[in-house]
């Protein structure tokens, strides 16, 4: 944890600025391993400070590293409170990774001789490289997750309903450790199916049905994210069709990454084997996003994007095709960058039948 806010610190000299407040959930507990503070205040020179209400305080008094810890009484303003320890420490220009209008404007106010720079980057450049903890922690989700696949291909079958599916494949996480999911699972069947984020509802399953499964379990905090399409029964000639592209797109833009690739190469790769097979306007999100602490962070996997894979770099892998009132196909493995190749941490079938 000292070593996280040294390299953050490591970066004030370039960035032009002599502290920094960290006010993001998941930034504080990377910082910290605290959970449930709400300001950190990085002093080029001297002590850390993590400001906590009295409802988290034993808590996080408990778990903080590398940082004071002090109370917030009733009636206090913890921005104020920041304001007059970054007068006293007479800082002139602080960055910060994500304010509040309303929280900027108090700082703004209070503090007339200090600049506030915004500059989530400084964080994220750190965070984007998982460290061994971090992996550790994440192979660990990732494990859980195949499981919650494997869960939801023993009970998928005719006529039952979508959230049963969701059901089934969280209890089979949390029983495996899992703090409930990294986010909201998706079970989203037949034409439901063609919508991306289609959450699940109480729809039966039925047979040739596309059923987009999309689910993700979390572990010491760090998620895991998976898709698989699955259907009961044979496909159409067009389901298994879309099926082998998004496959084939999957596949080859795993096998593209690795250490110093551009990621809208990756995104390139996958896109064109896509538009090749007529259904480029069907695949309408980028190939994929970076999974840690938040489910989706930076490195993105787009065709905008101007970063280069890095060895320690976690993303998802995921090209799909969605044809409105027919159905969807997605793809989807959470890989880790490597200097030569990329490697798959989550693993399940990538058989459409059930
Ligand atoms: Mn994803």
Not at 36 to 61: F, I, M
Not at 285 to 304: A, F, Q, W, Y
Request: charged residues 30%.
């Amino acid at each position: 944890m000292r070593g996280r806010i040294q390299a953050l610190k490591n970066s004030f000299k370039k960035a032009k600025i002599d502290g920094y407040i960290v006010a993001g959930e998941t930034n504080i507990f990377y910082f910290t391993n605290a959970v449930g503070a709400t300001r950190l205040l990085v002093p080029a020179e001297g002590e850390n400070v993590l400001y906590v209400r009295g409802v988290n305080y034993d808590a996080v008094k408990e778990t903080a590293r590398g940082c004071r810890v002090d109370l917030v009484k009733p009636g206090e303003d913890i921005d104020k409170k920041v304001a007059v320890l970054i007068k006293k420490l007479k800082l002139k220009c602080v960055g910060y990774d994500t304010l509040d209008s309303s929280v900027y404007l108090k700082l703004k106010k209070a503090l007339k001789e200090t600049g506030l720079k915004a500059m989530n980057q400084l964080v994220w450049e750190l965070r984007k490289i998982k460290d061994k903890t971090e992996l550790g922690h994440i192979k660990r989700a990732a494990e859980i997750t195949n499981e919650g696949v494997r869960r939801a291909v023993e009970v998928i079958k005719l006529g039952i309903r979508e959230y049963e599916v969701a059901a089934e494949i969280e209890y089979a996480m949390r029983k495996l450790g899992s703090q409930g999911v990294a986010f909201e699972t998706i079970v989203a069947s037949g034409p439901r199916s063609a919508f991306p984020h289609g959450g699940c509802t109480n729809k039966k399953i039925q047979k040739g049905e596309l059923i987009v499964l999309d689910l993700g379990a979390k572990y010491e905090h760090y998620g895991a994210d998976i898709t698989r399409t699955l259907l009961i029964g044979k496909p159409s000639r067009k389901q298994a069709k879309i099926y082998e592209i998004v496959r084939k797109a999957q596949q080859m833009a795993f096998e593209s990454l690795r250490g110093g690739v551009k990621v809208k190469d990756a995104d390139g790769t996958a896109r064109r084997i896509i538009e090749q097979a007529g259904y480029g306007e069907c695949f309408v999100h980028r190939l994929g996003h970076g999974i840690g602490l938040d489910t989706h962070e930076p490195p993105t996997l787009g065709s905008e994007a101007k970063d280069l894979l890095k060895v320690g770099n976690v993303v998802t892998v995921e090209p799909g095709v969605y044809i409105g009132g027919f159905g969807g196909v997605r793809i989807e493995d959470t890989v880790l960058i490597h200097k030569e190749r990329a490697e798959r941490l989550t693993k399940a079938t990538y058989d459409l039948c059930v």
